[in-house]
């Protein structure tokens, strides 16, 4: 009896140092996901407001996707911005 009671002791200890590493690591993902999310709103706030609306719209089309998918994407699409932050796209039907 007492090995058994030894046993789950043991078994517990465990079981609650693994919660504990498993919710140190949900924290470290979670702080990475807002800092993620923290630049991304941040570039965002970089794009002129006419270029921010299509990639709006884009990304509501694109639910599925990653948000730095998405504003990856979006930003291979365009050009880099000037010093107004207007971002002028690649592609020559754009640029009429």
Known sequence: MRKSVKQLEHEI???QR??????????????????RFEALEKAWRRV?????????????SNKDSDLFDIYNGLLYSFGR?????????????WNK
């Open 13 to 15: 200890k465990c079981l």
């Open 18 to 35: 693994t919660i504990n590493d498993n919710r140190l690591f949900y924290d470290q993902v979670i702080e990475r996901q807002a800092k």
């Open 48 to 60: 002129h407001p006419e270029d921010q609306a299509f990639m709006r719209e884009f990304s509501k």
């Open 81 to 93: 911005a000037d010093e107004n932050g207007r971002v002028f796209t690649r592609l020559d039907s």
